[in-house]
């Protein structure tokens, strides 16, 4: 069955009128296009991956790098990423042995693998696009748990993102995730982010590396990889070159992660460009460490992110 003859069913049984429609991009990858009331988001079907948004009336708010690498096997740089069931390294005491010789891939399995559509739906207050990926004996040889997860995308008045996590094996599930979002910023040095006032963050650039993040809007004058817990108040990235504010506001999610390679960093990654950190800052929800989440057989969690922008 050809790209197009795959495209042209997707769009006869699950495309929604002018709300939701499936396409072929300059990569050869498909995706799904969502618009609502002048609001547009795409969404591949490789990592659930969404890759834009832009709201009516705005620039578009979300990163995408033009150097990322497109195809199976890869993970894209940019928009947002699913991370799970570890975020960063695979940290055995949570996740158990690794049953391959090469060492398992960042951010875990399943941003860079396709997933199924798995329904849609529009009315005048959204547009929808669910997405599913089941356990397979491959995903299995690495990562002996068999589950189920679901990732809804919904665009209305704002974007919503939600991570729906099934146990549908027969001992304890235990893991990590996060919506690894970048961002787009006008100039990260004219950039505030606030929401995190008296959260305790793992420093991974500077030492220590314990601290406490202060009462005052953080500022961004180099590199910065903070890991944030206990964290429950919304957060708002105050963008001053483009006269605006992103309201993120999470739920069913304890930790957030902070991240900007800055200038050395980022000649040191192949698939962002040298000037990308000037115009990015991820701002991830998540649930690491130890906010990861345990699930007993037949139990699912559901963590949320909900994306708004207004001008300043």
């Not at 991956?49 to 009336?57: E, K, T």
């Not at 999610?253 to 902070?258: R, Y």
Request: charged letters at 25%; glycine letters at 6%.
């Amino acid at each position: 069955m050809t790209r197009a003859h795959v495209i042209g069913k997707l769009n006869e049984h699950l495309g929604r009128a002018d709300a939701v429609r499936f396409e072929i991009d300059e990569h050869d990858l498909t995706r799904a296009v969502l618009t609502h009331a002048g609001s547009e988001a795409h969404v591949y079907l490789h990592g659930a991956h969404v890759s834009h948004y832009q709201p009516a009336g705005h620039e578009p708010v979300l990163m995408m790098s033009e150097r990322s690498a497109y195809g199976a096997g890869s993970a894209l740089r940019g928009g947002v990423p699913v991370c799970f069931p570890w975020f960063s390294r695979r940290d055995e005491t949570l996740h158990g042995p690794w049953r391959r010789s090469e060492p398992p891939t960042s951010h875990g399995l399943v941003r860079t693998r396709a997933w199924k559509v798995k329904a849609t739906d529009a009315d005048e207050q959204h547009a929808m696009v669910s997405f599913i990926f089941r356990w397979s004996p491959r995903v299995y040889e690495l990562w002996p748990h068999r589950f189920e997860a679901l990732f809804i995308v919904r665009l209305g008045e704002h974007l919503s993102l939600s991570l729906t996590i099934k146990n549908i094996d027969d001992k304890p599930l235990t893991y990590e995730q996060a919506l690894h979002s970048y961002y787009a910023v006008g100039d990260i040095k004219r950039t505030t982010l606030s929401g995190l006032a008296g959260c305790a963050y793992y420093d991974k650039v500077r030492q220590p590396a314990d601290c406490t993040q202060g009462d005052e809007p953080q500022r961004f004058t180099g590199p910065v990889d903070s890991v944030y817990q206990d964290t429950h108040e919304p957060c708002v990235i105050h963008d001053a070159a483009l006269e605006r504010e992103i309201l993120i506001t999470a739920s069913h999610a304890s930790s957030t992660i902070v991240w900007n390679p800055w200038a050395d960093g980022a000649k040191k990654m192949s698939d962002l460009a040298d000037d990308d950190w000037q115009r990015m800052l991820c701002v991830e929800t998540a649930n690491v460490g130890p906010h990861a989440v345990t699930l007993e057989p037949e139990a699912s969690h559901t963590m949320q992110s909900h994306i708004q922008v207004r001008h300043r």
